[in-house]
């Protein structure tokens, strides 16, 4: 279980993260949404002790980050995907990684097997493309054999196999009775893996709730998200301004 209590963070003037209580829960997947800038990266961060908050805390089984013995294997995530040295293979970068959490070698293979890495296990992880470095970092995750994952944006720039691969294997993590919290800018892709979700605008709570009940708000669950965060995007169009000027100047001529 990942828990936020009173978890505060401010950056100058700026409160990115202001006053969050929330739970994940083992079991389902639960979403985490919000608008851009919102402090969905802010939060992640500091569950897993990369951020200090100003103020509450982010438990992970009812501890710190710095707190737990052995990290690696009591959480894991995919934060961006490129998070290695691209001078190394695929496999002496997990087994540089296993090394220090105390992993035997043999757990690479599992791992790199897992995420359909086992036949480029050799080469340069910088010469992998996109799709397989966000491969590689699900294998880095999953390595210490986590009980709670986080993936923060896992489908960026991934094909469409690539989606489906990672939103399967996210479910099928969360079956097996792990904590699994997944940030997303994307409604219809969180629509088709989550069961809860956490919505947040400007750094404060605005939903902890089943798709199935924030879905039913509205006619769907994009309609019920704007609908929530009306108030909290930072940088919205408006559509009643637009072309306004050329209109005033009757196109230039064109019609
Ligand atoms: N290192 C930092 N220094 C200063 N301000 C920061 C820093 N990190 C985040 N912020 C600010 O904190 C707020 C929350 O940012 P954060 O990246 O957590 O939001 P987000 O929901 O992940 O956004 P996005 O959806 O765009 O990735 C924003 O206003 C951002 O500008």
């Known amino acids: 279980m990942i828990e936020a209590r009173g978890l505060t963070k401010r950056y100058g003037s700026t409160v990115a993260v202001d006053r969050l209580d ?5 079991g ?6 919000g608008p851009n800038g919102s402090g969905k990266s802010t939060t992640m961060r500091m569950i897993l002790g990369l951020d200090e908050p100003d103020s509450g805390d982010a438990l992970i089984g009812g501890r710190r980050y710095r707190e737990l013995g052995w990290p690696l294997r009591e959480v894991g995530a995919l ?10 293979s695929a496999r002496s970068h997990l087994r540089a990684l296993a090394a220090g959490s105390g992993i035997p070698d043999r757990r690479v293979e599992e791992v790199l097997g897992a995420v359909g890495l086992a036949d480029v296990g050799r080469r340069r992880a910088g010469a992998f493309s996109l799709g397989m470095a966000q491969r590689l970092g699900v294998a880095a995750a999953l390595l210490g054999d986590p009980g709670v994952l986080l993936f923060d944006e896992p489908v960026n720039g991934l094909d469409p196999e690539g989606i489906r ?12 009775g792990r904590t699994v919290f997944v940030s997303s800018h994307l409604i219809s892709e969180i629509a088709l893996t989550a069961e809860h979700l956490v919505v947040i605008g400007r750094g404060r709570l605005l939903a902890d709730t089943s798709v199935a009940e924030l879905s039913a708000r509205s006619v769907s669950l994009e309609d019920a998200f704007f609908a929530l965060t009306r108030d909290s995007a930072e940088y919205r169009g408006d559509p009643a301004a637009r072309g306004s000027d050329l209109e005033a100047q009757g196109r230039g001529g064109a019609s």
């Open 22 to 26: 929330f739970e994940v829960r083992p």
């Open 28 to 33: 389902v997947v639960t979403g985490f949404l």
């Open 79 to 88: 934060l961006e995907a490129r998070a290695f040295h691209p001078g190394r």
């Open 165 to 176: 691969w990672i939103r399967d294997l996210m479910k099928a993590l969360a079956a097996e």
